[in-house]
């Protein structure tokens, strides 16, 4: 049913654009290079623990999003929704940071990029 009083945009988990908030997403591109790897099935057990603690630590959507055919590569995307900018930058560092701390995986490259209610 759509309508007045249906739906998401009321109650406690109301869209911030009907009281007037504001709202940021920050998206993070991770290109990383796998240890001692030697197929697609040894990716994925390297890659897989990396995103479900990526989810359970900072509450990020994140997917393996490139290299999909390279058994040594990786490209993983995190995204963050916040109320401000600050915020989801933090939030994303952070994610940049537990992942180029991990052993198993060489960071090769990191970027951010924000969007916010001035990219109307």
């Known amino acids: ?23 940021y997403v920050g998206a993070l591109e991770l290109d990383v290079l796998l240890g001692d790897v030697h197929s697609l099935k040894e990716k994925r057990s390297v890659v897989r623990p990396v995103l479900a603690e990526l989810r359970r630590r900072f509450e990020v959507s994140v997917a393996e999003a490139g290299h999909l055919d390279l058994h040594r590569r990786a490209l993983l995307g995190v995204a963050v929704v916040a109320p401000d900018a600050a915020h989801a930058r933090d939030v994303l560092d952070a994610c940049e940071r537990l992942v180029a701390g991990r052993p198993e995986l060489e960071l090769l490259s990191a970027r951010q990029r924000m969007m916010g209610p001035e990219d109307d």
């Open 1 to 23: 049913m759509v309508g007045p009083g249906a739906g998401p945009t009321t109650g406690p988990g109301a869209s911030s654009l009907v009281d007037g908030g504001i709202v």
